[in-house]
């Protein structure tokens, strides 16, 4: 299996809803990663698990919630959204996050709109 | 600091014709360099990748990338276009053993290809 899937592939949500996005790989993969991404512009990278450590950007407001169940799985939990966070969302996965096997691979993404 | 520069936001060629999408960037590590293929509403297809090994990198797809050290560059080219080559392509930079937590990507270069 050489996919890493994302489910919903969309999701309509009220600025008071609580949602969950799920990404899931079986390729053995020790780092996977969210990003977002707007219309017309290139992906930003918002957490990293590798080896299921956490690694956060900053700028990422607190209403965004990564968890990693386990190696394979990778949950994004939304609350209070606002609509500017209306956008792609992708998930992704790499062997390991540092050397000569750091590729990523994507997922097709959760469309997401903030109402 | 790492930082990448796609030097066209948007290039144009006719089917059949060579592609030229130029790339330059800057790292404090050593990098690995990479460069994927996003069409309309899809996720992110990685086209090639550069670690540390052959500075002439091919990928999938015909096209292929050379890292130019010197340059500080990674250009991406393809002999002779296809209509599905139509989409919007990234040059990434991964600087190695930082966890995958600064991996950066450049603005973005749409092709056009026409018939």
């Known amino acids: 299996d050489t996919e890493v899937t994302q489910t919903p592939k969309h999701l309509v949500m009220g600025m008071t809803n609580k949602k969950s996005l799920k990404c899931e790989q079986h390729m053995g993969h020790r780092a996977m990663y969210w990003y977002k991404q707007k219309a017309k512009k290139p992906p930003e990278l918002m957490f990293v698990y590798s080896y299921e450590k956490l690694s956060i950007n900053e700028s990422v407001p607190s209403r965004f919630s990564p968890e990693c169940p386990n190696s394979s799985l990778l949950n994004l939990h939304l609350h209070a959204l606002q609509p500017e966070d209306s956008a792609l969302y992708l998930c992704a996965s790499s062997q390991d996050s540092g050397g000569d096997y750091n590729e990523q691979f994507f997922g097709p993404g959760t469309r997401l709109t903030v109402l | 600091a790492q930082s990448v520069t796609q030097l066209d936001s948007h290039v144009s060629v006719s089917e059949g014709t060579p592609v030229l999408l130029r790339c330059n960037y800057s790292s404090s590590y050593s990098p690995s360099l990479f460069w994927y293929v996003q069409h309309p509403n899809k996720g992110l297809q990685l086209l090639l990748k550069?670690?540390?090994?052959?500075?002439l990198v091919k990928g999938i797809n015909g096209f292929e990338a050379e890292f130019k050290k010197s340059e500080t560059s990674f250009h991406l080219t393809k002999p002779s276009a296809h209509m599905s080559d139509a989409a919007e392509y990234f040059c990434v930079v991964s600087p190695r053993n930082t966890g995958g937590f600064k991996t950066i990507f450049g603005a973005g270069t749409r092709l056009f290809v026409k018939a």
């Open positions: 550069y670690t540390s090994a052959a500075t």
